[in-house]
């Protein structure tokens, strides 16, 4: 509203009353539209000033503007002129409230146009909530630039509010509301290249596929294999070739391969991220469809609709609602001819029909050639072959028989049986046999509604099925009958080769018994080996102790220049059974070590002790018996380097079955406690067989060969017999070897070996000469080499020392 310039200048009067009264409460003051102020004595008739404002609020701010709350001028209407007076006080009541009649407690929503506005705000309480979750949800799904978009104006604010309103209404506090629709329409133009591989498949009776193969090089009998392969896989087929050939297969005749290049638009409507139906007038334009209206088939959006009326009140309302589908359309929305489609399932039907025939000839023919071919086995196997000739008299009457009254007498004659086959009796004597189904088939073509059409045609279909079950059936019982009779020649071919392997091992058995009670009394002969040798008729024996008290007293005695063997080692036996952990690694090793990789290869396995305690209570045990004669671990130098790594404890194994020829570990001398098992070892001073070789013993693989295939009578002959030391070391005891002395060892009883080994630097009163020799037969390359020469070195320092 304008002010009226008559009234206007009478304010302007009191307010210079009121400046000449000195009261500023008296005079004029200033609100802002649509606010009344009253004169300074309180009476509410005075009038009131208003002034128009040009430029609109904000939306989120206070009211006024080219909005629906706001003031404008008329045009033609006369601008007031506008007089600056000083601003007063705010007028407040008494209680300290605004006056009844001031613009904050008049304003109205400017979307519902009903409630007041809440404070700061443009519209009330309720339509607050509705604008901040139609926001956030804007926000949410990625639209936030849409809303701002569709709300620059209050007209398109109240628009999209009234919009979500209707369609995400509140369901109360902490109930999430609908989705909005945001929808937007996007064309877009594409350019792909395809490139498609195929083959090309042609019908061909059996002449056809003759000349076929014919002309891709088979002979005629090839194409008949070929022919019989595609009848028994069920490759793809129909019946419409030439007379007396009518079966025909789809042949592959050719491969290709096509490159396309496909370009074009795509045009689609979304909401947010998921695909969107076309449900407006602008989106059907866009995509270039025409709607189906209710009530008619014409495509214009023009056509009068019941209910036309009420079309503007939401964007969704006028959207067409499709006709349902008539009942001879498929699900795609395509009107289909019933005949084609009445004649597709006959055609279909008749096909499984004529099929059955054949294939069920083909499954009693192959019954029949098994029950001829394994009549031998029908006692055997009497269970298989009772279920097997129910389900084929069955297969023979649904297929041979013309009416329904000969194939239920036959189903009669079979009632206490009919527990073999798999179809239930009440369904049996429903079905139909070959004959009938033709005459079924034919009710198809009689129908004329689509249900009906269906409804025949899965009767036929029910039908043929149960003839299926019937044909597979038989087929699974001669398979089983088959798989039986293979079953039962495999369990006598493995008992029979069973058989003979046992006999092959006793007669093995009994021979080398003969053999060895032969050589016993005819004495050793040329082929015998060392490991087949008596220990008896070796003539030098080991040095021996029975404990390691025994040894003690005697220790002045041993030079550790010639082996020896403590009985019973009783220091490690006890250090075993107080130390925990030392018995267990041992008997962890014992095991496991069959298992590894090496012990397969060689059938030998070793590995340190873990533990530096363990390590130094067992070496310490070792050392009470060996460091008399032996040089201690180096000191940090040339010789630590090479002895560190090599002279420390570890757990040794062999398999039930090795054996073993060479020297003991790197050449040193050796000191081995046997915790279970036992072998038998035959020691030999190197120099003793270089000195017998001559010039075949140049090279330490000459020497280790002959000494493994080294016979007794051989021993004789070389007058080494009374230098070869021989023993069987069981379990408990502990064994001494000097270094460079060569072994040759076997495992007894079949039982795999378990100990404990260290190893040891020689001195020279235990054989320099053994060392130094065998120090010459390694080649250059070997790695034990260096190992030789340092131990031959200190051996050699010690002895011009003591000199």
Not at 356 to 379: P, R
Not at 424 to 434: A, D, H, K
Not at 760 to 780: A, N, Y
Request: aromatic share 6%; glycine share 8%.
């Amino acid at each position: 509203q304008l002010c009226n310039p008559s009234c206007l200048e009478g304010l302007v009067a009191m307010n210079g009353e009121g400046e000449r009264n000195g009261s500023p409460d008296k005079g004029l003051r200033r609100e802002t539209p649509g606010s009344d102020v009253p004169k300074s004595d309180g009476n509410a008739s005075d009038p009131a000033v208003h002034f128009a404002f040009d430029a609109a609020d904000d939306l989120l701010g206070g009211g006024g503007g080219d909005g629906e709350g706001g003031n404008k001028r008329k045009i033609g209407e006369q601008q007031s002129p506008r007089v600056a007076q000083p601003v007063p006080k705010k007028v407040k009541t008494e209680n300290g409230s605004r006056p009844a009649g001031s613009s904050k407690a008049q304003k109205l929503c400017a979307l519902c146009e009903k409630e007041p506005c809440a404070p700061k705000f443009a519209y009330c309480a309720e339509c607050k909530k509705d604008v901040q979750s139609c926001q956030n949800a804007a926000k949410a799904e990625g639209r936030l630039e849409d809303y701002k978009r569709l709300t620059k104006t209050t007209a398109g604010l109240r628009h999209l509010i009234a919009h979500y309103q209707i369609n995400c209404p509140s369901r109360g506090q902490g109930v999430p509301r609908c989705k909005m629709d945001w929808v937007s329409y996007m064309e877009q133009a594409f350019s792909e290249e395809r490139v498609v591989t195929g083959s090309k498949e042609v019908y061909m009776d059996y002449p056809d596929y003759e000349v076929h193969m014919k002309v891709k090089g088979y002979t005629g009998a090839e194409a008949i294999s070929k022919w019989q392969e595609m009848e028994s896989s069920g490759t793809e087929h129909d019946f419409k070739g030439r007379k007396d050939f009518e079966k025909r297969f789809a042949v592959s005749v050719e491969d290709y391969k096509l490159t396309e290049n496909v370009t074009g638009d795509r045009k689609e409507i979304s909401t947010c991220s998921k695909q969107k139906k076309v449900n407006s007038k602008e989106g059907i334009e866009l995509l270039g469809m025409k709607p189906k209206l209710r009530g008619g088939t014409s495509g214009s959006p023009d056509a009068k609709q019941p209910g036309a009326a009420n079309a503007s009140t939401s964007p969704t309302e006028n959207v067409p609602v499709p006709e349902p589908e008539p009942e001879n359309t498929n699900k795609g929305g395509r009107h289909k001819d019933i005949a084609r489609y009445r004649a597709s399932l006959f055609d279909k039907n008749a096909k499984a029909i004529q099929g059955l025939g054949s294939e069920s000839a083909s499954a009693l023919h192959s019954a029949d050639q098994l029950c001829q071919k394994h009549a031998s086995e029908k006692e055997n196997l009497k269970h298989f072959f009772d279920i097997l000739n129910v389900r084929v008299k069955l297969l023979t009457a649904l297929t041979n028989e013309t009416t329904t009254d000969g194939f239920l007498a036959k189903l009669d004659s079979l009632k206490d049986s009919l527990g073999y086959q798999p179809v239930p009796e009440e369904q049996l004597r429903n079905t139909l046999v070959v004959g009938q189904l033709h005459d079924m088939n034919q009710k198809v073509l009689a129908q004329e509604k689509r249900d009906g059409v269906e409804q025949a045609a899965n009767d036929v279909k029910n039908m043929v099925s149960i003839h299926s079950q019937i044909r597979n059936a038989v087929k699974s019982s001669t398979k089983d009958i088959e798989l039986a009779v293979k079953s039962k020649a495999k369990k006598a071919e493995a008992a029979e080769k069973k058989r003979k392997l046992d006999l092959e091992k006793e007669n093995k058995k009994k021979a080398d018994a003969e053999k060895a009670a032969a050589a016993a009394a005819n004495g050793p002969q040329k082929g015998d080996t060392l490991l087949a040798t008596d220990l008896k008729k070796l003539e030098t024996e080991i040095q021996q102790f029975s404990n390691f008290d025994d040894f003690e007293k005697n220790a002045k005695k041993v030079f550790g220049d010639e082996p020896f063997l403590i009985q019973q080692f009783d220091l490690m036996q006890k250090l075993l059974a107080d130390n925990v952990n030392a018995k267990c690694q041992l008997v962890n090793f014992g095991n496991q070590f069959l298992g590894t990789q090496i012990c397969k290869q060689t059938g030998r396995a070793q590995c340190p002790v873990v533990g530096d305690e363990i390590q130094k209570t067992i070496c310490a045990v070792f050392d009470k018996v060996a460091s008399s004669f032996t040089f201690p671990v180096p000191t940090p130098g040339e010789e630590a380097k090479v002895f560190r790594p090599l002279l420390h404890a570890a757990l040794f194994g062999g398999a039930g079955d090795m054996e073993y020829a060479g020297f003991e570990d790197k050449g040193l001398a050796q000191v081995r406690y046997v915790h279970s098992g036992a072998r038998k070892i035959f020691m030999l001073n190197i120099e003793d067989l270089v000195q017998y070789l001559g010039k075949e013993g140049e090279s330490l693989a000459d020497v280790i060969h002959s000494w493994k295939n080294m016979s007794f009578w051989q021993l004789v002959q070389a007058n080494l017999r009374e230098k070869v030391i021989a023993v069987c070391q069981p379990a408990g005891s502990m064994l001494y070897v000097p270094p460079a002395w060569l072994v040759l060892e076997r495992v007894e009883n079949g039982k795999p070996l378990v100990g404990i080994r260290r190893s040891f630097i020689g001195r020279s009163t235990t054989g320099m000469s053994e060392v130094e020799c065998f120090s010459k037969l390694l080649p250059l390359t070997n790695s034990l080499k260096e190992v030789a020469e340092l131990s031959l070195k200190l051996m050699q320092n010690e002895k011009k020392e003591n000199s």
